[in-house]
């Protein structure tokens, strides 16, 4: 994600709108208004729904096989809901007709914050069960057929048996994983697997440090 993109998703308006930690998915009609509510300011509320609005937005849009880190989008359905309980205590400075419209917009803030949470646990889910282990895969096999090829290239005339056999093994393994794995990735992602450059957890998971040789 662009830094143009992250500051889109994350604007603060003052003290507004607060980061809190991801919490357990709630229905809105649960969500309280803070303890302590600052006097009631309208403009404070109107703004509010436009900048949640934008941000509940370009969320939704946001492509999560891309994302290496995911850790920017997950924040928004908590700060939706923290962005909620300001807007219930500023509802007495609204008409009657903006606080239905209020209402109706923390209904909507509410079940879309819901609606994240479960998309993201989908997709950890998925990145876990089945992304970063097909992608493992694909690597291990093109792994394998570079080693297998360079031993039976071997200049010096002795080609070791024995590293064929166990590589030719692992190859075979790997391929039988790729082979399961795909059909549960069409299923998830609803289009084939291309290639591993495409998915941001595979992504990251190559760039993580290896471990140095002992």
């Not at 009609?29 to 300011?41: L, S, V």
Request: some cysteine; aromatic content about 6%.
């Amino acid at each position: 994600m662009s830094e143009g993109m992250i500051g889109r998703i994350t604007p603060v308006l003052g003290a507004l709108v607060v980061f809190a930690p991801l919490a357990n998915a709630q229905s809105l009609p649960t969500i309280p208004p803070p303890q302590e509510c600052k006097p009631p300011n309208r403009d404070r509320a109107i703004k509010l729904q436009a900048v949640l609005d934008r941000q509940m937005k370009l969320i939704s849009a946001t492509p999560l096989q891309g994302e290496q880190d995911l850790a920017t989008v997950k924040s928004g359905p908590e700060s939706a809901r923290t962005s909620v309980r300001v807007l219930k205590c500023d509802e007495p400075g609204l008409s009657p007709k903006e606080q239905r419209e209020a209402q109706d917009f923390e209904a909507r803030a509410g079940k879309w914050a819901d609606d994240m949470d479960a998309r993201f646990a989908a997709e950890d889910q998925a990145r876990a069960d089945v992304i970063v282990p097909l992608c493992t895969a694909v690597w291990t096999v093109a792994m394998m057929r570079e080693w297998i090829a360079k031993e039976k290239s071997n200049p010096g005339g002795v080609v070791d048996l024995q590293k064929l056999h166990d590589w030719g093994q692992t190859l075979q393994e790997s391929q039988a994983e790729i082979d399961s794995l795909k059909p549960r990735y069409i299923a998830f992602r609803h289009h084939a697997f291309a290639r591993w450059e495409s998915e941001g957890a595979c992504v990251a998971e190559a760039n993580k440090p290896q471990d140095s040789p002992q």
